[in-house]
């Protein structure tokens, strides 16, 4: 048994907001009230602290099966255990790519040995990522994929998508759309405007993403499929995303914590830490964004976690992947950059963090009042320090936010009523 004592819990799926003790007892929230008193229990001292849901990151890159040079299921659900994320969901752009029944078994046999966070498994949507015919979407359905999605690229052949969209929106899970138009991008490296042409770098449009944006809301409309659009980047994404709610259509978009925090201006030199996909946008995309986040435009926050090895990233950016790490910093830029500056309360933080995605997904996550398993993190809003990437566990250090001052800090983790972090260990 645990027992987390005075810490501000957090559960706005309840409306609770309060100083309060939580019981944990077999991995469920037994007692949420003041001053339990327990001698049996292990206690958790979190005075000062905000005891909230665990955040679920639906974009997340775990690198296996095939590529565990950049990031394996013991790395990367350690970087998420140190970033207070208790459930990561696994895009499928891995070697081979998450396409049959098997490999799905494969990499959740994997997470039940080695993850040290829940693990949901997306299925791609084409057979290899190759966009020519679908993959065995009931199978991957039945094997237990929570998602479908071509992460990493779109699916060009509008037909093949609503097929798939129509699979999707009968057996009742989400698409997650990588937007963008692979005519469109001309390899482009970061955003078209003056920064691209001062830096002497091919600029990659706004309407590369947008216009995919636009035919994957008119597909969910008439499919009726569960759309969720990944890292959005620009202004008329966020315009796009409130007309099509408005018209009744089911989508949701979620913004990345390196575009509502960089914009192209921070591109000073030729530098692949800045490299990622969608790029950093201007700063009117920047401000939509904020604007889009502050007024529930965009429900989710999540990270888009690429991780890469550091030969990769040392190249030009001409060369170089697209991608930034994110888990162990997205609680804390989050924090820094909109709740302390007020644009969001905290409760709006573990909404977006949390509760909406465990919507999108439709899983028994988010909430931990009595009777729910005990996914939680313990924040600290008060600590303040400077991101060092050299302190990451993820395998991936490709960062722009090496040296940055940050505020806000995962103290402990839990995962099913087990400690998995708690400051600076693993458990």
């Known amino acids: 048994m645990l027992l987390i004592k005075k810490g501000r819990v957090i559960n706005p799926a309840t409306g609770v907001n309060d100083v309060l003790d939580v019981l944990i007892e077999d991995g469920i929230v037994t007692v949420m009230e003041r001053d339990i008193k327990r001698p049996d229990c292990r206690v958790i001292d979190a005075s000062g602290c905000f005891v909230m849901p665990g955040f679920i990151d639906l974009h997340v890159h775990l690198r296996t099966p095939g590529q565990e040079y950049k990031e394996d299921m013991v790395s990367g659900t350690k970087a998420?255990?140190?970033g207070g994320v208790t459930t990561v969901v696994a895009m499928p752009n891995t070697k081979p790519v998450v396409g049959t029944a098997e490999t799905v078994n494969w990499i959740k046999n994997k997470a039940k040995e080695d993850a040290l966070v829940n693990v949901c498994v997306v299925g791609c949507i084409t057979k290899d990522m190759a966009g020519k015919e679908l993959s065995d979407i009931e199978a991957m359905i039945d094997a237990g994929i929570c998602a479908l999605?071509?992460?990493?690229?779109?699916?060009?052949?509008?037909?093949?998508?609503r097929k798939a969209m129509k699979i999707a929106a009968k057996r009742g899970i989400p698409v997650l759309a990588h937007c963008e138009d692979i005519n469109l991008v001309e390899g482009g490296v970061m955003n078209l405007d003056e920064n691209s042409k001062r830096l002497g770098l091919q600029g990659i449009s706004n309407a590369v993403e947008d216009i995919i944006a636009a035919r994957d809301i008119l597909i969910a409309k008439e499919t009726g499929a569960k759309l969720h659009l990944c890292h959005c980047s620009t202004k008329l994404s966020a315009e796009m995303i409130r007309k099509a709610v408005s018209d009744g259509v089911d989508v949701s978009g979620e913004v990345c914590p390196h575009h509502f925090t960089l914009t192209s201006d921070d591109i000073k030199t030729n530098d692949s830490a800045y490299k990622m996909n969608p790029?950093?946008?201007?700063?009117?995309?920047?401000?939509?964004?904020i604007a889009g986040l502050k007024n529930n435009i965009f429900n989710i926050i999540s990270t888009d976690h690429a991780?890469?090895?550091?030969e990769e990233k040392a190249k030009p950016m001409e060369e170089a992947p697209f991608g930034i790490v994110g888990l162990e910093t997205s609680a804390a830029l989050t924090y820094t950059e909109l709740v302390d500056k007020g644009i969001i309360s905290i409760s709006d933080m573990v909404m977006k963090m949390s509760t909406n995605p465990a919507g999108v997904l439709g899983?028994?996550?988010g909430d931990i009042s009595p009777g729910h398993v005990a996914d939680i993190v313990i924040f600290d809003p008060q600590a303040e320090y400077t991101i060092d990437k050299e302190s990451f566990v993820s395998k991936g250090k490709n960062t722009p936010f090496d040296g940055r001052r940050v505020k806000g800090r995962v103290e402990v983790t839990v995962v099913g009523g087990k400690v998995v972090y708690e400051r600076g260990e693993f458990v």
Not at 150 to 161: F, I, P, Q, T
Not at 307 to 310: G, N, Q, R, V
């Open 80 to 82: 998420a255990a140190k």
């Open 149 to 161: 999605s071509e992460d990493g690229k779109s699916v060009m052949d509008s037909g093949l998508y």
């Open 279 to 289: 790029p950093l946008r201007g700063r009117e995309d920047k401000e939509a964004l």
């Open 307 to 310: 991780p890469h090895s550091a």
């Open 363 to 365: 899983i028994d996550k």
